[in-house]
């Protein structure tokens, strides 16, 4: 069994490998050639910590994966990165390990990063205008990233409940991307008239309210990836011309669907069709001035397929399974 470290993961899978990995997997669960169970979420609550187990299978793939990711909100009072994680790799021919990427939570942050590239693209226009950044942590500079090699901007802006973290936020990209970055004075002057707005962060209780996003306006809720976590108001969802979900049977169990469905605005059949779906033109993509929402609560088709990109970036040749 190999065993990678994050630096040569870091050097061999980038922005490209990872967005076309993350398609590649919406295109298996739009065509149904994904094993993938509920994902698993522990809880360490004397420290506020979570942790988000995630696995699947894609159809003919040589390997299979199983992710395990952490979240613990605290660290940084010990001067620790938040999030850390690694993923096994195993032949699916035999079920013997063939890989341990020890990643610190890299593959998970590039590939939840790609999920929104690939919504963007999928569900907004060139240009852009305003972009609305809601969150200023490690996966709102990974969202801002993707998104630039998907879309051009005007403007894109960021707020986070810490401004002077913000404004680190703000300064960082505004330095790697080469554009116009600015820091946002609240969550309401950042999100009304942005054409993409991307929630990514840790919340309990909504931010985006009803009534914020403008007419034609999409936006990408990334940070609820577990039922207590809500970072929109269910009426915005009721409002929308179009929910996406990243796959409805996760979504109606946690994520904003599951929010808007738990206060009774919202069922599973108003959502218009899974990010998979899209990929494959089996549902419509945006039409017109509508105002769409899409919910990513991270799946596991996306860990099995970087884990399996960063398995034939590293070591597939040393250990290919027979």
Not at 5 to 20: F, I, K, M
Not at 57 to 79: D, H, T
Not at 136 to 145: I, P, V
Not at 210 to 222: C, E, P, R
């Amino acid at each position: 069994m190999q065993i990678i470290d994050e630096a040569t993961l870091r050097q061999h899978v980038g922005r490209s490998v990872a967005l076309d990995a993350v398609e590649s997997a919406f295109r298996a669960l739009g065509e149904d050639r994904v094993t993938q169970p509920p994902p698993m979420g522990l809880d360490i609550e004397p420290v506020g910590g979570e942790v988000h187990v995630k696995s699947a299978y894609l159809s003919g793939a040589p390997v299979f994966a199983v992710k395990i990711a952490s979240g613990f909100y605290a660290n940084g009072e010990r001067g620790l990165p938040s999030g850390s994680g690694l993923m096994m790799v195993f032949d699916a021919t035999t079920g013997f390990p063939l890989a341990l990427l020890l990643d610190n939570g890299y593959l998970t942050d590039l590939r939840t990063a790609a999920a929104g590239a690939l919504a963007t693209r999928l569900l907004t226009n060139e240009p852009l205008g305003k972009v609305a950044i809601i969150g200023s942590g490690l996966q709102a500079r990974y969202q801002s990233r993707a998104i630039a090699g998907v879309r051009s901007w005007r403007q894109l802006v960021v707020w986070g409940r810490n401004q002077e973290r913000a404004q680190q936020c703000v300064q960082e990209l505004k330095s790697e991307l080469n554009r116009p970055v600015e820091l946002s004075e609240s969550a309401e002057a950042a999100v009304r008239d942005a054409d993409l707005i991307v929630t990514v962060t840790a919340s309990r209780e909504p931010i985006i309210q009803d009534g914020w996003m403008a007419s034609g306006a999409t936006l990408i809720a990334v940070g609820s990836d577990g039922p207590e976590k809500q970072e929109v108001a269910p009426r915005v969802l009721q409002r929308a011309d179009k929910v996406i979900a990243d796959r409805t049977a996760q979504c109606v169990q946690l994520g904003e669907i599951h929010h808007a469905i738990t206060a009774g605005v919202f069922t599973s059949h108003h959502i218009h069709g899974e990010l998979g779906q899209l990929v494959t033109g089996a549902v419509t993509r945006r039409e017109g001035h509508e105002r769409i929402v899409c919910d990513l609560t991270g799946v596991g088709a996306q860990d099995a397929a970087i884990a399996e990109a960063a398995w034939r970036a590293t070591c597939a040749d040393a250990s290919s399974p027979a």
